[in-house]
């Protein structure tokens, strides 16, 4: 059964295929999206481009960068979020001062 579901969401977000369907790309794009929100709202509002600090911006910039990557298939898909979470992580120790 647990074969199943992983074959399942390989199918789905075609992390094995060669290239990429609009409704896996459509998916791909849905969950990068709640994923980036939720990442964005474990910073909090008042650190993200709400003071357009150039640390904020650039975290912006960067973030938008690496997720597109996943989106498109030009990087393996949960690595890169693996790698945007980092990125999340670092910056809000950084601003907290820890």
Known sequence: MIQTVGDTISWAFGLEAQTLNVWQMGLRAAVIYGTALIMVRVIGDRHFIG????????????????????????APYFETLGAALVLVGLESRVSRGA
């Open 51 to 74: 003071k357009y600090a150039a640390m904020d911006v650039l975290l912006g910039v960067v973030l938008g960068s690496t997720l597109s990557r996943a989106i498109n298939g030009a």
